[in-house]
């Protein structure tokens, strides 16, 4: 049972540049989240979704996109990345929103932003 | 502004002492926290959580405190052991259904031999 797998384990960027954070769950959740952890700030919630199709804004969502079309995905782009980007980033699932349950996070993924 | 708010970077415990994190919220919409560990290049994992019907919750050494009239939680881990040295963060979600989980900035717990 792999939970939530997060791809790439670490990232390099320069300034400018975009890429795409991957993240799937395997256990049929409808409700999908990324963080980012900073030093000194905690986990802070970048953007969410409580299905297939929508999509929301957390407490820090300048400079990401998000979309998901299928229940399995929820990738997260960097258009344009900055070095405030420079972060370790989590994503996380939970069976349904709208409900008291416990989170399932990744791994992580190390991003630097030169 | 800080809906959860953990005022304690770091606590150093004794090895078998009481280990006690503290957490305090803004939010009197919160109804659930949950209190997440966290080992350095992993992700956060679930400890333990309570419901605003309930002001303690027990799991083994771990016990949650709630408070909801000072807006207030406490972990409990007695007694602390050398795996417990971890990063913890207190959360909450609220009755609006939002869906949002929102983190504190965690405490960061070494338990010394």
């Known amino acids: 049972n792999a939970g939530v797998t997060q791809t790439p384990k670490f990232q390099v960027l320069k300034t400018g540049q975009s890429m795409t954070l991957q993240c799937a769950q395997d256990m049929n959740h409808e409700y999908m989240s990324w963080y980012r952890q900073d030093p000194g700030m905690g986990l802070r919630l970048i953007h969410y979704?409580?299905?297939?199709?929508?999509?929301d804004q957390g407490e820090v969502p300048n400079g990401y996109n998000v979309s998901r079309s299928t229940t399995e995905d929820f990738p997260l782009r960097l258009l344009s990345a900055a070095p405030s980007q420079t972060s370790v980033y989590f994503c996380?699932?939970?069976?349904?929103?709208?409900?008291?349950?416990?989170?399932?996070f990744g791994s992580g993924t190390q991003l630097s932003v030169l | 502004d800080q809906q959860v708010k953990q005022n304690s970077p770091s606590l150093s415990v004794q090895e078998g002492r009481i280990s006690i994190l503290n957490c305090d919220y803004t939010n009197s919409m919160f109804d659930y926290f949950l209190w997440y560990k966290k080992y350095p290049a992993e992700g956060p994992t679930f400890l333990i959580s309570?419901?605003?019907?309930?002001d303690k919750n027990e799991d083994g050494r771990f016990t949650v405190f709630l408070n909801k009239s000072a807006k207030h939680l406490s972990l409990h881990i007695v007694p602390s052991q050398p795996g417990d040295s971890a990063v913890y963060f207190c959360?909450?979600?609220?009755?609006?259904?939002?869906?949002?989980?929102?983190f504190g900035k965690g405490t960061r717990l070494h338990i010394l031999p």
């Open positions: 996380a699932s939970r069976r349904q929103p709208s409900t008291n349950e416990k989170l399932f």
């Open positions: 959360a909450a979600s609220g009755v609006n259904r939002d869906d949002k989980i929102i």
């Open positions: 979704s409580v299905g297939a199709g929508i999509t």
């Open positions: 309570i419901s605003s019907i309930k």
